[in-house]
């Protein structure tokens, strides 16, 4: 019988988490889960459409929608005309949603940084590898 690993990675991701939260309040102005990864998949491969935004971030069109509205009052993602379409809309980012995923990133790499400090520059490279592979997987499936 194999024993699946999956319950004791929670168990980490959930541990290495809070001791991020504790060590650093990350974002101050803290937005919710869905609008930091859709504002994150904007910034990473957008300009997009909102139905492609909706399967990217794995939610409904229209929690996508309200999404994007709430980012769009913050001022940090914007609605445009499709190029190809002029009935569709695209979402695209602004300079502000850069800057604000930009800073975020920022602070949350110096609150890893201490903790990757402590180990074999291999083992932090090989961290980022397994990560990687998992999250393609978790893409492909």
């Not at 101050?28 to 990217?56: F, H, I, K």
């Not at 409904?60 to 001022?75: I, K, M, P």
Request: aromatic share 2%.
């Amino acid at each position: 019988m194999t024993t699946s690993i999956a319950p004791e990675l929670v168990e980490a991701f959930e541990r290495l988490t809070a001791a991020m939260l504790r060590r650093r309040g990350l974002d101050s102005e803290t937005l919710p889960p869905t609008q930091r990864v859709a504002l994150a998949t904007v910034v990473c491969d957008g300009p997009l459409r909102l139905r492609a935004l909706a399967e990217r971030i794995g939610t409904t069109d229209a929690t996508a929608s309200r999404t994007v509205d709430a980012l769009e009052a913050a001022g940090l993602v914007a609605r445009d005309v499709a190029p190809d379409d002029r009935r569709g809309i695209v979402v695209r980012v602004t300079p502000a949603g850069t800057r604000r995923l930009e800073e975020r990133r920022r602070q949350f790499a110096e609150t890893l940084e201490d903790g990757l400090a402590d180990l074999p520059t291999d083992d932090a490279q090989r961290l980022v590898r397994l990560l990687d592979d998992l999250a393609r997987a978790l893409d492909g499936r």
